[in-house]
């Protein structure tokens, strides 16, 4: 799995982190571990940035599944320096989904945990330009 963090926006009504994510596996299988990336972002001092998820977008090519979103998180205080962001897996205990054809013949495709592999990002941190009061 490659994940690539492509911008990460700081404004007066949030935070908005860009990324991109690939990993190698088939058209049958869509249960790939990198549809389901978080993020935890914590201030200098450990306090938790409140996410606020965000919409998401994944297509199949070439033996490759990419994914990319935007997610969002609450805005940040005047006094905050540094930004730690730790990138994870969300991974769900159930679920499955509905495959529809072509001809409208919808196909149930059951949740099968056991193609889902956690795994370790690195996390990474960011300085925050100083803002004007």
């Known amino acids: 799995m490659q994940l690539d963090v492509s911008k990460i926006s700081l404004s007066p009504s949030g935070i908005a982190l860009d990324y991109t994510a690939t990993e190698k596996g088939t058209i ?15 201030d200098q001092n450990g306090k938790e940035i409140t ?7 994944g297509h199949f090519d070439n033996g ?6 935007t997610k969002s998180f609450d805005p940040i205080s005047v006094d905050v320096q540094k ?5 994870y897996l ?14 409208g013949a919808e196909t149930k495709i059951p949740f099968n945990k056991s193609s889902l592999k956690e795994v370790k990002f690195q996390q990474f941190t960011v300085e925050v330009p100083k803002q004007n009061k």
């Not at 049958?28 to 914590?42: H, K, L, P």
């Not at 930004?83 to 990138?87: A, G, W, Y």
């Not at 969300?90 to 001809?103: F, N």
Request: aromatic fraction near 8%.
């Open 28 to 42: 049958d299988n869509s249960q790939i571990g990198a549809s389901f990336i978080e993020f935890r972002i914590t």
């Open 51 to 57: 996410s606020h998820s965000g919409g998401g977008e």
């Open 64 to 69: 490759v599944w990419n994914f990319s979103s």
């Open 83 to 87: 930004l730690t962001i730790t990138p």
């Open 90 to 103: 969300m991974l769900p205990s159930g679920g499955g989904g509905v495959q529809i054809d072509k001809d």
